[in-house]
Each structure stands twice: as C-alpha cells, then as structure tokens.
C-alpha cells in the first residue's frame, strides 16, 4: 500500500472513531501532497510524498520553537501532537551508528576527500536517508569527516 494510500485509510479511520486532531493533520499533509501534485501535474511516489511530509515536521518543529519562546506552550503542545501523528507514516529513524556508516559507504562511492566534494555527498546521501534522519545534522557530520 502506499503512502497516501495509508494516509486516506488512516484519514477514514480517524473520521469514524472522531479522532478530531488526527484527524485534521492528517488532512494537512495529504493537502500539502495534492498541493504539490496540482502544482507538477504528477502523482507523487512515496518518496516524494516522504520528503512532504519531513518537511512538515521540520516547519513544526521551527513553529514550536518559536511558541516556547513567545511563551505560548499550548501553541507548541499542539504542533507537537500533529508531528507524532505525522511520524507515524515515516520510516523509522536510522540510529547514529547506521547514519555514520552511511556516510562513510557515500563518501567512499563518491570519492569525496575534500569539502568541495560535499555536495556530491549530500546529493547522493540525501536519496537514502530521505525521512529516516535530519539532513542538517548529517551535513555537520560530513564536514568534520571532510575536513
């Protein structure tokens, strides 16, 4: 099945035990995947949809950040609720060990030895860890290994 299959199944699960927060991220995120459909005219793969829905964690998490600061812990609380909702459809989380070997199969691939060569790195890397780990940590990672 797949992703947005699992999306509209969870969404229809969602509407008959109303489950309203579910619910309503649910509906985000597969209106954010349409958005994006309309916009290129294609159906999205799972991968794309993935890449979707990481971004939407990622603007939570900048959201709720920012409610902490502004001092609104009910606004950060909510954000909160719709990313582990959104977790949910994401593959699971690569360890740090699984990261790091990762990076070092990619450099090797590459052939990267220097920092110029980091954006091959990112660009082959960004393919296999896409949803499963945060690209911005992986980017400090590579440049301490590419010094």
């Known amino acids: ?9 969870q969404m229809k699960k969602a509407m008959l035990a109303k489950e309203k927060a579910k619910l309503g991220t649910i509906r985000l995120a597969l209106a ?17 949809a993935i890449a979707v829905l990481t971004k939407m964690v990622k603007q939570r998490r900048d959201s709720i950040a920012q409610y902490e600061a502004a001092n609104r812990p009910e606004l950060a ?12 459809f994401l593959p ?46 992986i980017g400090a990672l590579i440049r301490a290994k590419l010094k």
């Not at 954010?32 to 794309?48: F, P, S, Y």
């Not at 609380?77 to 977790?87: F, L």
């Not at 699984?98 to 990267?112: K, L, S």
Request: charged share 30%; proline share 1%.
């Open 1 to 9: 099945m797949s992703l947005i299959d699992q999306l509209k199944d």
């Open 32 to 48: 954010a995947i349409k958005q994006i459909e309309v916009d290129t005219r294609e159906t999205l793969t799972d991968d794309q």
């Open 77 to 88: 609380a909510i954000e909160a609720a719709e990313i582990q909702v959104i977790e949910t």
């Open 92 to 137: 699971k989380p690569l360890s740090e060990e699984e990261v790091a070997a990762i990076i070092d199969e990619t450099i090797a691939q590459v052939g990267a030895s220097t920092m110029a060569d980091m954006g091959k790195v990112m660009g082959a890397l960004k393919v296999k860890v896409q949803g499963r780990a945060d690209m911005g940590a």
